[in-house]
């Protein structure tokens, strides 16, 4: 079955401590994207890739960062600049970057909490 | 920035009858889509309109476009509990290059 594969399912972050998210497709898709969700709102972008070795910052990239090395992985960390990063990540891919009129694909998501 | 608005936030209809969300936005748009989420999971595509497109169907879902108004509506009809979800619509702006901007939802509950 393709799909998007998110990891861990939940994470809990020390003060000052990084913690990375794993992002997985094996949908053969070259567009990639991470979301942020808080209770209650719909989803912001943090960062997306539009094709393998290359990223862009979305809406809210401070704090966050990314590599896109292969294809089918897509790493979020969250850094200890991100002063408030408890939120349910969700990453997403697309067949192709850059062109309109695509649907994207979800995994199931990340709840990160702070300790 | 959010550029959808989700209308109402909050919606509870009993089961087999018609619910209906409406999103508006702010920039011209390549399309507009419509998502659920299932509480604690991921978004789930249901249905892309493009802007050239007034209406689409898929099944129960009946998806309206009016590009003059900036708006969109989401009906589902004949609703099941299995339909009680968070619905988003998302846009994709002209120029965005598949980069889309997501509502604030509406939470739909379905009782039996």
């Known amino acids: 079955d393709g799909g998007i594969t998110q990891s861990p399912k939940y994470l809990f972050r020390k003060e000052g401590q990084n913690v990375t998210l794993s992002c997985e497709q094996n949908?053969?898709?070259?567009?990639m994207y991470w979301y942020r969700q808080d209770p209650g709102q719909g989803l912001r972008l943090i960062y997306y890739?539009?094709?393998?070795?290359?990223?862009q910052k979305g809406d809210i990239a401070e704090g966050y960062s990314v590599s896109r090395e292969k294809k089918e992985s897509f790493p979020l960390t969250v850094t200890s600049a991100q002063k408030n990063p408890t939120a349910f990540y969700l990453c997403?891919?697309?067949?192709?970057?850059?062109?309109?009129?695509?649907?994207?694909?979800f995994g199931d998501g990340t709840r990160l909490s702070i300790l | 920035s959010q550029q959808g608005e989700e209308d109402p936030q909050a919606l509870s209809i009993q089961e087999g009858e018609n619910a209906t969300m409406n999103c508006s936005y702010k920039?011209?748009?390549?399309?507009l889509q419509w998502y659920r989420q299932n509480s604690g999971r991921g978004l789930v595509h249901l249905i892309l309109?493009?802007?050239?497109?007034r209406e689409k169907h898929s099944g129960r879902l009946r998806v309206t476009l009016d590009t003059s108004k900036k708006s969109s509506s989401l009906l589902i009809t004949a609703s099941r509990a299995a339909d009680t979800a968070s619905y988003f619509c998302?846009?994709?702006?002209?120029?965005?290059?598949?980069?889309?901007?997501f509502g604030t939802g509406t939470q739909l509950k379905v009782e039996l």
């Open positions: 997403a891919s697309s067949m192709t970057g850059g062109f309109s009129n695509q649907p994207q694909h």
């Open positions: 949908l053969n898709h070259d567009a």
């Open positions: 890739s539009q094709i393998v070795n290359d990223f």
């Open positions: 920039t011209s748009i390549n399309n």
């Open positions: 309109i493009r802007s050239n497109e």
């Open positions: 998302a846009t994709d702006a002209t120029g965005g290059g598949n980069k889309l901007t």
